[in-house]
């Protein structure tokens, strides 16, 4: 049972671009939509991430937009530079406050220079 | 402010036997979470720990255990190692009360099974 649908799999964008992926989360009960950045070899890093009273969320280049309704919700990077290119995962998590943060499959994303 | 930090880096190991891996929380927090991140896939729960306790368990048998200390870092033990659990481990470190449910990982551990 896949909780978190995210997509693309994998993204080329050239720089300057913008860079859009998406995710669709099937339980209303989720509070807490993060999104994760990872290198190569390296954990995932807190990238940004919203709650679900807000429909958008901008921090420097990278904006969440939400759509409770819909139940989904994507990420933005705006003048999108090679040194964006990783692996990026959406997460939700739920509010019993366990801890278990629910990861999307990833996108690869490579931003040509 | 000190990062999550986790030991070792990487580790061979044969089928069938016991691995330990260590996780440092950063400064100020008290909880840890331990995730199994498969090649190409997104990281999967295993369990959180806090005030040494487990506190949420995901769908992980239980030859998947650990402990937490009172300088709230912690360990992961796998028994009975299948080549199935050749992944990298990370641990993420949050402040159990926290509003806003953040969670920071460490660099993980790169657990082979031969």
């Known amino acids: 049972q896949q909780q978190v649908k995210q997509s693309p799999q994998s993204l080329i964008v050239q720089k300057g671009g913008i860079s859009i992926i998406n995710c669709a989360y099937e339980n209303t009960a989720f509070d807490y939509f993060p999104w994760y950045q990872q290198f190569p070899g390296k954990g995932p890093a807190l990238l940004i991430a919203?709650?679900?009273?807000?429909s958008e969320k901008k921090e420097g280049r990278f904006t969440i937009s939400f759509n409770k309704s819909a139940k989904q919700f994507s990420l933005h990077i705006m003048d999108s530079q090679p040194g964006d290119s990783a692996t990026y995962f959406c997460?939700?998590?739920?509010?019993?406050?366990?801890?278990?943060?629910?990861f999307g499959q990833g996108t690869t994303l490579q931003v040509k220079p | 402010e000190t990062g999550v930090t986790q030991s070792p880096t990487h580790l061979i190991k044969t089928r069938g036997q016991q691995v330990t891996l260590r996780c440092s929380s950063q400064s100020g927090h008290n909880t840890v979470s331990w995730y199994q991140q498969a090649l190409g896939q997104g990281p999967q729960f295993i369990f959180q720990?806090?005030?040494?306790?487990?506190?949420g368990r995901g769908n992980f048998p239980p030859r998947f255990s650990g402990l937490q200390f009172p300088n709230y870092s912690s360990e992961l033990n796998v028994n009975a190692l299948e080549l199935d659990d050749s992944a990298l481990y990370l641990c993420?470190?949050?402040?159990?009360?926290?509003?806003?449910?953040?969670?920071?990982f460490g660099p993980g551990t790169r657990l082979t099974v031969l």
């Open positions: 997460a939700v998590h739920g509010s019993s406050n366990t801890g278990k943060l629910i």
């Open positions: 993420a470190s949050s402040f159990f009360w926290a509003t806003s449910n953040e969670q920071f």
């Open positions: 919203i709650r679900p009273d807000v």
């Open positions: 720990y806090y005030r040494e306790e487990e506190n």
